[in-house]
């Protein structure tokens, strides 16, 4: 194959993977999803047929820049698989649902590997990616904030005008429009993500999700501390009066917000009273007790409700539950890593947790050395989504998150090693 075949196929890859990350963190464009996607792993396993010996090495080269993130992320990924074929229960095609979940992270990984290359452009056009993902997101939920604005002050749930749905795409991109502030050389992209940046706070308020509140707090703590150790701070201290100003005056209409808003107000009040703490007590000692407290009861919802409802009627107390298309459901919503475990046991649990953690101390080791704030962006990024609202969520969070921010970490590492600096 010629090297301008080569050249074309690999900006025909850098687009589809661009395309893939903005669909994938979108409720709509499935088939767009899955179509980029695969057409890139196609076009990556005919860069591999064609050119095994370079691709090879190519592989290894970005297996070792994130060695101990995949290495555990395989172990996470090969459990799952097996515990799939022995499920709690197995009426549900709990291999296929696996499958198909982790079947996109495992393809997307894999495309990364010989995807990177020492090109800058890429992790660039990767980020860039994720601002696409989080403007196009906060988009499709902004419409309620001009049709229904009118029950903003109504007490109780009513006043939720922002689906809360809405509030995991803040946490892990909020971020990332933030750097957008510090990292666009343009004042009109620069204003943009200033404008933008407030707007996703409002409707993280207006979510009426605490965790999500909390997550923010956290990101915006994490992230002047990184830019305190960046170059960016002598751009702060020669405009710290605009900056100021614009502080102040954020702050000022947040809590106009905030003051007005029914749901705030409502979940203010709530203090813990959300249920959480009696979900762990009265659920997780089942699991414990039982005879899948090491191995785990399979993926998916289904067998978390089918283990739940059992016990049930075996006569133990289980609160909060609702019926859902005629069966019993229980919204998973233990800590992240525990409500995991009922899926995946110790093992699987262990695996995936060794994964984030070893993702965390990668990027924050990269950033001590480098001062790149696109390390920064990534630690923060993981470490709110899975490390803070990860204290009060199971459910919602998705574990592929998790694969796409180690691919990230690749594409930077790898692009940006002969010149650690943006």
């Not at 614009?246 to 947040?254: A, H, P």
Request: hydrophobic residues 50%; aromatic residues 20%.
């Amino acid at each position: 194959m010629g090297s301008q075949s080569l050249r074309y196929i690999d900006c025909a890859i850098c687009v589809l993977l661009f395309i893939f990350i903005i669909c994938e963190h979108h409720v709509e464009f499935t088939a767009i999803k899955n179509i980029s996607l695969y057409l890139a792993l196609f076009l990556s396993l005919a860069l591999f047929s064609t050119n095994k010996q370079v691709v090879c090495n190519n592989i290894k080269n970005n297996f070792l820049l994130a060695k101990y993130q995949l290495i555990f992320l395989s172990i996470f990924i090969f459990y799952a698989f097996v515990i799939a074929l022995f499920p709690y229960s197995k009426e549900f095609g709990t291999f296929g649902n696996t499958f198909s979940e982790f079947g996109r992270g495992v393809s997307f990984l894999f495309v990364v590997l010989i995807y990177a290359s020492s090109s800058e452009t890429k992790p660039k056009i990767f980020f860039y990616s994720l601002l696409a993902a989080y403007v196009l997101i906060t988009l499709y939920y902004m419409k309620p904030l001009f049709t229904e604005f009118d029950k903003i002050n109504v007490n109780g749930e009513t006043s939720r005008i922002i689906n809360r749905a809405y509030s995991f795409f803040v946490d892990r991109f909020f971020i990332f429009g933030l750097m957008g502030i510090f990292l666009f050389k343009n004042k009109y992209l620069k204003s943009f993500f200033i404008i933008f940046s407030l707007i996703a706070v409002i409707m993280s308020i207006l979510t009426g999700a605490r965790g999500a509140w909390l997550c923010l707090v956290v990101c915006v703590i994490l992230f002047l501390i990184a830019i305190f150790f960046t170059r960016y701070k002598n751009t702060i201290k020669k405009r710290y009066k605009p900056i100021l100003f614009i502080t102040i005056l954020s702050v000022i209409v947040v809590g106009y917000f905030a003051s007005r808003s029914g749901i705030f107000q409502y979940k203010i009040s709530q203090n813990n009273s959300s249920g959480r703490d009696m979900i762990l007590k009265e659920r997780f000692p089942l699991l414990l007790k039982s005879d899948r407290a090491f191995w785990g009861l399979g993926y998916e919802e289904h067998q978390y409700d089918e283990f739940l409802s059992n016990k049930l009627d075996e006569g133990h107390n289980i609160s909060m539950m609702i019926i859902r298309n005629g069966k019993r459901h229980w919204w998973n919503d233990e800590p992240f890593f525990i409500g995991n475990y009922y899926y995946f046991g110790f093992i699987g649990t262990l695996a995936l947790f060794l994964s984030f953690f070893a993702l965390l101390i990668s990027c924050f080791a990269e950033f001590k050395k480098s001062r790149n704030l696109l390390y920064a962006g990534i630690f923060i990024s993981v470490f709110s989504y899975f490390g803070v609202r990860g204290i009060v969520e199971t459910y919602n969070l998705k574990i592929l998150y998790l694969f796409y921010m180690i691919g990230f970490f690749i594409l930077v590492k790898r692009g940006l090693l002969p010149k650690n600096k943006i």
